[in-house]
């Protein structure tokens, strides 16, 4: 950032700060809306200013994470002990076994070497780099969880980042790459930044597209075929090959808009013209045989990644292709005599994560000079984990979880279905999608389907249209939140980088929710109508 661009920014903080608390004041004190309980508003004041603040970065990301911690219990939304539990949830245990084992890969410097593979492959084609990693990044989400997805191929990202901007400034500038004087000289060229820009948040939009193409590619497809099936236990079921004929070109369609949208007027970083295949391969050279380490790191690199896919069936329509490894860990727990839940519910993809983080301290190496053992991890790498993340997670967690409680998403829902009746189908889809779309900005989307799905599949029953019709655009919609960190955690993640402002991810993540809406209510009516049977009135 520049001097002269400070002002502006300090100027847009101090505006956040005061709009935050005038807007949720008003709201906070303004009567209540039939239907909606005190609770609820109170969590809606709260919410606006947290929203205001997050993007207006008025206050520190973590700081803003805090405040339901305090707000919360001061005016009567959740108790102190319910919020504190929110911040530590499933998820958060993922992001920190995830998160370690990147930086293991780091340590070894694994990361570099697969980087400088990456870019001999395919080029120094900013465009093409960044398209390389949002296809392979949305292929692999349709079949395990976006945040796995992210975690796996975030530290590459970042290694590739750090691996081209070191030769570019050699190639620029040789004096100042020897002396050291090309420290943030990356992120104040404007061409480099857009470039780590879009590589590093295209990451996180592809890995969220992706999951939403397929049944098994999030939570939230699955609790709508939960939903379907338990409210309509008449009805034909949805298979999964269904689903992909209608929405693996909707992703397909939205990832590569995203791709154009976010490499716009993208022009090649000073220096790029320098690095070709044969440089890289002299890089790759230097870098000698792979040490122990690198083994190791690449050997645990690639079992966490076959975990997380083979932990749930594998499979392309019904029938199943590898058995997930789940089932044997399940009928283990059935042999321990475990009764009071599912024996499936026990491990999941965090459970994954701890494990190989947790084995990575035990794991010996080499002896330093000293001849003291070296492990594979230590605490003195593993504590630079950014901690800021884990909080934003928790405020996300907690502001969901509250969602639910004062039952805010289902009055939300109410709200929409009265204003529905008499409405032509296509502006329905539209309403519907754009409501899930920036409703789980703020809360779980897994928590919103199950909260709102009901309350819409009633809404259709009552206006006489096939309840498909509203229900599963509503559930694709739930995934494309773009705007906000706490809107899924692969944006949390990425944002955890320090390469993509807020003000940026809110600028970019508002077209494309919107986008997302147009699209998804086109797929809907072009594609899923005529491919379910579904008459439209």
Known sequence: MTDSEEPASELVAVIGLWLGVIVSLVILLAPAPEGLAPAGQRLAAIVTLMAIWWVTQAMPVAVTSLLPLALFPVLGVQPAKVVAQSYLGDSSFLYLGGFIIALGIERWGLHRRIALLTVTAVGTSPKRIVLVF????????MWISNTATTLLMLPIATALLATLEGFRISAVNPVAAVQGTSSG????????????LALTLGIAYAASIGGLATLVGTPTNIAFVNI????????????????MLTWVPFGLVLLILTWQILVFGMRTPAGFQE????????????????RRGEWVMLVLFVATALLWILRTDFKIGEPVLIPGWNRLAAKWLAALQISEKDP??????????????????????????RGKLRFLMDWETASRLPWEILLLFGGGFAIAGAFESTKLSIWVGEVFSHFAAGQPVWLLVGAVCLLLTFLTEFTSNVATVNAVLPVIAAAAVALKIDPRLLMIPATISASCAFMLPIGTPPNAIVFGTGRIRLSQMAGYGLILNLLGVVL????????MVPQLGIKLQ
Do not use: K
Request: charged share 15%; aromatic share 14%.
């Open 344 to 369: 499936l519910d026990y491990i999941s993809d965090a459970t994954v994560g701890m494990a190989i983080a947790s084995l990575m301290f035990v794991i010996p190496v080499d002896r330093n000079p």
């Open 228 to 243: 379907w099936v338990r409210n309509f236990p008449d009805a034909p079921v949805i298979s999964a090959g269904q689903w």
């Open 134 to 141: 949002w296809l392979a990044t949305f292929c692999l989400s």
């Open 275 to 290: 690095l070709d295949r044969n440089f890289f391969l002299t890089r790759l050279r230097e870098l000698g045989h792979m």
């Open 520 to 527: 998804a209510t086109v797929a809907t009516l072009w594609l």
């Open 185 to 196: 000289r990356g992120m104040a060229d404007p061409a480099f930044h857009h470039f780590a």
